[in-house]
Structures are given as structure tokens and as C-alpha cells.
């Protein structure tokens, strides 16, 4: 273990799974074009990664689910549900809690951190702490059971809600080499349109030169094209001859490079390229279908892990018999208005949904007889036997 000071808190580190931060502190870094947090937020595509699972899991609403028996029924009284329907704390929102808990869960190796504050074992609040202010110790005998400090306090597990990502290390960090050779050609290419002062061409001397009148063609050729002046016309001496040069930047494949490295970091992160706005290869059939495929592989997984993290800090042992924190999906799944209104009434047909459970997916109250699982397209007519038939005929 290794500590040092952070501010006015001491921070302790792990040797055995160094983050990035600890690595450079070290002189290890990944290698020399890793980039750190504030760095990598700087690459439009790794900031529109984490804004794109972030984002959207936080507009998902909340919900808490208590099992009878075999049946599952929403329960919007219990203290955990009015608290995740509002506000976590005095200042943050709903969105805000789960959009910074997911963010802070891609950038830091540390995981997102926030402490369940219960009275009477009840939560009255959760309060997101930044990775500088706890610490995550597990234990060496192989179980990988974890311990929770928060500014140097131990806390107890049961009071905490940690997300974290696999391998122990998150997106950013295990990506960092690939942000790093996009920042290094945003960088580039940079410098290379800077103030106009590409090079255009060579100038070549006949006679031989002094060193006065160099520096005088030198200052006549910045004249006319350095700081933001090129195409004007510069006048030398010397019998000079003028070479235009032609830099072709896709000569190194430049455009292409820089392309790819948006393909790696949508790789790092798990999400599909044409989310990142890379839509070389985009069609209308397959941009629906990686969508599709974001929902499922990208965004569920997180999804899964915050729900887990939130149901062990919220509720007793108990409890979680019975109850369960659940993200409403269907906002994420809501196609076109026919396409949603045929999906129902097929689903009625079928007799997997009654009609006020397909009125509830449209936002819709429920009606009267509605609770009846029964096929509306099939009319079904019985006629009387015996005494009575005959009585009819």
C-alpha cells in the first residue's frame, strides 16, 4: 500500500491494482501518450462515450418493486421509492445523482461511491463523495470482500452504494493510450493549420547569400505570409526561385488515423461509432440495429450494476427478500407510435397483456373491465341446449 496527502485528506492507494493516477505518480504510465482525466474529457469522443451511458440511464425513472407471492406490484410508499422519485439529498436531483454516480464509475478505477444516511435504519439521504475523499480496501484472502473509508472514517458496507467497472480499472483509464494518440493528433493537426503557417514551398538561392540578406528575404516572406497573412506577394533578392509544395495530410493517412482512433475509444467504452457521430460505414438498417445493440451490451450491464449497488444500501436484509430497486426501460424502448400500438394490441390478442396493463405503456388510466386478459378480435356466441333451445325454436 502506498499513501500520500491529498489536500487535507490522506488517500490511500493499492500497489497491486494501480490506477493511472498512481502509475504516474511512479513514473510508470502506460506509456507515454496516456492521458489522465481532465486530459481525456478534453477528446470529444471520449467525453460523448461517457455522456451517452451516463445521460441516459439518468433519465430513466426509478422505481421500487415489492413481490407477494408470485406477483410483483410497484411500491411507491416505501421510504427508498419517495426518496429516489425526488431527490436523493437537499441538492442534488435525481438526475444528477445517477447521471454522476454512472460518469464517476467511467472515469475513476476507484468506482462511483455514495453513503446511505439512515435514522432508525431508514435512508433519509445518499450523498455521492468524490474518489479523493474515500478508499476501497479488499480483503487479500482471495474473497475480494471490501472495506469503505470516507475521509479517513470507516463506513459500513451495508451503508454504501458502490458501482464500479470490471477488471477493477474503468473505460477511461484502460483506454488511455487510445485517447491519448487522439489528443496527440488533434494536437497535431493543430499546429499544423495554426496561424496559416503551414509550409507552402521552397525558396532556393541561386547566389550565394549573406547573412543580412537572409534575415531581409526571411522578414519579407513573414511579411507577406506568416501571422495570418498568407497569399500575399513577397518580394526577395538573391535571383531567388520559388517551389510550391503541396502537404497532403491523408499522404499519412492522417484523416483515416483519427477516424479509427474514434472507432477505439467507442470500443473502450462499448458503444456503437455511429452514436459518436463516426457514420462512414452508417446505414438506416444497421444505425437501428447497433442501437438496439447499445441498449442491450452497453447500457443494460450499468444498468444491472446500479440497481444491485442501490438495493444493497437501501434496503434491510429483510427487505431485499421482498424488494427491488427496477429502471424503467420502456422510455428507452418506445419506438414509433403504430409500431408501439400494434406491439399492444398483438400483445392482448395474445393474452400476455390486459388492457389497462397495455393503457399503462401509452401513460394511459386504466378503465373499467379492463383488468380481463381476454382476446378482443374473437367474439365467442353460446346458445342454449334442451328445454330452452327447443322453447327459442
Known amino acids: 500500500m502506498l499513501q500520500r496527502l491529498s489536500g487535507w485528506f490522506r488517500t490511500t492507494k493499492s500497489l497491486a491494482a494501480p490506477d493511472s493516477e498512481l502509475q504516474a505518480l511512479l513514473g510508470t504510465p502506460p506509456s507515454g501518450l496516456s492521458v489522465g482525466a481532465a486530459q481525456a474529457l478534453t477528446v470529444p469522443a471520449a467525453q460523448s462515450a461517457i455522456r451517452l451511458i451516463s445521460e441516459p440511464a439518468a433519465c430513466l425513472e426509478l422505481k421500487v418493486m415489492h413481490r407477494i407471492g408470485g406477483t410483483e406490484a410497484e411500491a411507491p410508499e416505501h421510504p427508498a421509492a419517495r426518496l429516489l422519485a425526488d431527490r436523493p439529498n437537499d441538492w442534488t436531483s435525481r438526475f444528477e445523482f445517477i447521471r454522476d454516480m454512472v460518469a464517476a464509475a467511467l472515469i475513476s478505477d476507484k468506482g462511483a461511491l455514495a453513503l446511505a444516511n439512515k435514522v432508525d435504519g ?7 463523495y468524490e474518489p479523493a475523499h474515500f478508499t476501497v480496501d479488499y480483503s487479500g484472502d482471495g474473497r ?18 458502490h458501482l464500479r467497472s470490471p477488471f477493477a480499472r474503468c473505460p477511461l483509464s484502460l483506454a488511455a493510450d487510445a485517447i491519448g494518440v487522439a489528443k496527440l493528433m488533434e494536437g497535431h493537426a493543430g499546429r499544423l493549420f495554426r496561424d496559416g503557417a503551414r509550409p507552402s514551398g521552397v525558396l532556393a538561392l541561386k547566389d550565394r547569400t549573406s547573412p543580412d540578406a537572409l534575415k531581409r528575404i526571411r522578414e519579407a516572406w513573414q511579411l507577406a505570409h506568416g501571422g495570418g497573412k498568407s497569399g500575399g506577394t513577397a518580394i ?12 497532403k ?63 444493497r444500501a437501501l434496503f434491510t436484509s429483510e427487505e431485499r427478500r421482498e424488494y427491488r430497486i427496477l429502471f424503467d426501460r420502456d422510455d428507452l424502448t418506445r419506438a414509433a407510435l403504430t409500431e408501439r400500438a ?52
Open 342 to 393: 400494434t406491439a399492444i394490441s398483438s400483445l392482448i390478442s395474445a393474452r400476455v397483456l390486459n388492457p389497462n396493463e397495455g393503457r399503462d405503456w401509452l401513460d394511459l388510466p386504466p378503465r373499467a373491465g379492463g383488468e380481463e386478459y381476454a382476446n378482443p378480435n374473437v367474439t365467442v356466441t353460446t346458445r342454449t341446449t334442451g328445454p330452452a333451445r327447443r322453447e327459442e325454436d
Open 144 to 161: 475480494l470482500e471490501p472495506s469503505y473509508r470516507i475521509n479517513n472514517v470507516p463506513v459500513s458496507a451495508d451503508d454504501v452504494v
Open 249 to 311: 495530410s491523408t499522404d499519412a493517412q492522417f484523416l483515416e488515423m483519427r477516424k479509427f482512433q474514434i472507432i477505439e475509444i467507442a470500443r473502450a467504452f462499448r458503444v456503437p461509432p455511429s452514436m459518436l457521430y463516426e457514420l462512414d460505414r452508417a446505414t438506416w438498417s444497421n444505425s437501428e440495429q447497433m442501437g438496439k445493440e447499445f441498449l442491450t451490451y452497453s447500457l443494460e450491464p450499468w444498468l444491472r450494476a446500479l440497481e444491485g449497488a442501490l438495493r
Open 122 to 128: 431508514r435512508t433519509i439521504e445518499l450523498v455521492r
Open 236 to 247: 526577395v533578392e538573391g535571383g531567388a526561385e520559388y517551389t510550391q509544395l503541396t502537404l
